[in-house]
């Protein structure tokens, strides 16, 4: 198998506060400042992808949500706004995108929202050196805000590309460690994660090694690389812009050494067929059970998925968006730092 050297690249670019008159919760918002306010993310964005193709980048990955619509995605009150802003952006940050891949002749993997028939999609779009889109994912693993007024994709598509197939995920799917096992059960040597929530270095590590792929993660601080030996390529900090690039041999990346005693025994020298060939798939049923044996420790319900405690989550977030207009502290975060396990 000849090794062939490819440069896999990451972007990362810090989460910015919303300017009060593109947030649809202020009083002073306006659809124009919105307008402008997103457009300017997808040029902030679209920097770092340039920086990536200076740097010889065959591939380079953006953060979620590149046109900056996270308020717009939960203002229920008029929900048209986010809904028009999405029909207008999304062809801006296509031909922004594709016209960055064509220049650099390097592969783009973009996120942002996309319309399609009567549903709006959380997608990562593929683009290929020419600046066509080579394939596009519609995030599957939706946080329940996000399905207010944003409908889930049904499956995990690898793209064939001159680097290898490629799998793509977004933020929220990391938390479920199937989602990357089906790209890589699917082909995808290299899985690219845009994200609005940093990954852990050990998750991404995790992903790496488990599924034998390259995992290029771009997120508001931490951004990652690494190779399916679990070794970190390429780890930003918590500066507010970066741009990574690590030099992967995708081909020749999960042969093990000649001396391994894996390679002996099963004859098999690379990790990643073997594991396939000896996968034990008929013990693996409960992975597909809508209704595995641990749900049944939990009451039935209970999520805020109804119109009813939609509206009541809704309400609590929009005061607490309105406390923080107003330069107030917000009562809730983000964090499980704090968390023990226990009541307090």
Same mark, same amino acid.
Request: hydrophobic share 40%; glycine share 6%; proline share 6%.
């Given at each position: 198998?000849?090794?062939?050297?490819?440069?896999?690249?990451?972007?990362?670019?810090?989460?910015?506060?919303?300017?009060? /008159?593109?947030?649809?919760?202020?009083?002073?918002?306006?659809?124009?400042?919105?307008?402008? !306010?997103?457009?300017?993310?997808?040029?902030?964005?679209?920097?770092?992808?340039?920086?990536?193709?200076?740097?010889?980048?065959?591939?380079?990955?953006?953060?979620?949500?590149?046109?900056?619509?996270?308020?717009?995605?939960?203002?229920?009150?008029?929900?048209?706004?986010?809904?028009?802003?999405?029909?207008?952006? #999304?062809?801006?940050?296509?031909?922004?995108?594709?016209?960055?891949?064509?220049?650099?002749?390097? !592969?783009?993997?973009?996120?942002?929202?996309?319309?399609?028939?009567?549903?709006?999609?959380?997608?990562?779009?593929?683009?290929?050196?020419?600046?066509?889109?080579?394939?596009?994912? !519609?995030?599957?693993?939706? %946080?329940?805000?996000?399905?207010?007024?944003?409908?889930?994709?049904?499956?995990?598509?690898?793209?064939?590309?001159?680097?290898?197939?490629?799998?793509?995920?977004?933020?929220?799917?990391?938390?479920?460690?199937? @989602?990357?096992?089906? $790209?890589?059960?699917?082909?995808?040597?290299?899985?690219?994660?845009? #994200?609005?929530?940093?990954?852990?270095? !050990?998750?991404?590590?995790?992903? #790496?090694?488990?599924?034998?792929?390259?995992?290029?993660?771009?997120?508001?601080?931490?951004?990652?690389?690494?190779?399916? /030996? @679990?070794?970190?390529?390429?780890? @930003?900090?918590? =500066?507010?812009?970066?741009?990574?690039?690590?030099?992967?041999?995708?081909?020749?990346?999960?042969?093990?050494?000649? /001396?391994?005693?894996?390679?002996?025994?099963?004859?098999?020298?690379?990790?990643?067929?073997?594991? $396939?060939?000896?996968?034990?798939?008929?013990?693996?049923?409960?992975?597909?059970?809508?209704?595995?044996?641990?749900?049944?420790?939990?009451?039935?319900?209970?999520?805020?998925?109804? %119109? =009813?405690?939609?509206?009541?989550?809704?309400?609590?977030?929009?005061?607490?968006?309105?406390?923080?207009?107003?330069?107030?502290?917000?009562?809730?975060?983000?964090?499980? #730092?704090?968390?023990?396990?226990?009541?307090?």
């Amino acid at each position: 198998m000849a090794a062939k050297t490819v440069r896999l690249s990451t972007t990362q670019r810090s989460w910015r506060p919303t300017p009060p /008159n593109a947030n649809p919760f202020c009083e002073a918002f306006s659809l124009e400042a919105a307008r402008a !306010h997103s457009r300017a993310s997808v040029d902030e964005h679209a920097a770092l992808v340039a920086r990536a193709g200076e740097q010889g980048a065959d591939l380079t990955v953006t953060g979620e949500g590149i046109e900056g619509l996270s308020y717009a995605i939960t203002y229920l009150d008029d929900p048209s706004i986010f809904c028009t802003l999405v029909q207008e952006l #999304s062809e801006y940050c296509r031909e922004t995108m594709s016209a960055l891949a064509k220049r650099h002749r390097m !592969h783009v993997v973009a996120c942002f929202y996309e319309a399609q028939d009567d549903a709006i999609y959380n997608s990562a779009v593929l683009f290929g050196r020419d600046g066509a889109i080579l394939g596009r994912y !519609h995030k599957v693993n939706l %946080p329940i805000y996000e399905t207010w007024l944003v409908t889930n994709g049904d499956s995990f598509p690898v793209f064939d590309t001159d680097l290898g197939p490629v799998g793509l995920l977004i933020c929220y799917d990391e938390m479920w460690p199937e @989602a990357a096992s089906c $790209l890589a059960l699917n082909g995808a040597k290299i899985i690219c994660h845009p #994200s609005a929530a940093v990954i852990e270095e !050990h998750t991404a590590r995790t992903r #790496s090694m488990d599924n034998q792929v390259f995992y290029v993660s771009s997120t508001p601080a931490r951004s990652i690389i690494t190779a399916p /030996n @679990a070794q970190v390529l390429a780890l @930003a900090g918590d =500066e507010p812009e970066a741009v990574l690039t690590a030099d992967a041999d995708v081909a020749t990346a999960t042969l093990s050494p000649e /001396n391994f005693w894996e390679y002996v025994y099963s004859g098999l020298r690379d990790h990643r067929e073997r594991h $396939l060939k000896l996968r034990q798939a008929a013990a693996y049923r409960v992975l597909s059970d809508p209704n595995p044996p641990a749900l049944r420790a939990y009451p039935d319900g209970g999520l805020a998925n109804t %119109p =009813e405690r939609i509206r009541e989550v809704y309400e609590k977030q929009k005061a607490d968006y309105q406390r923080s207009l107003r330069g107030e502290k917000s009562q809730y975060e983000w964090k499980w #730092s704090d968390w023990s396990g226990g009541s307090k």
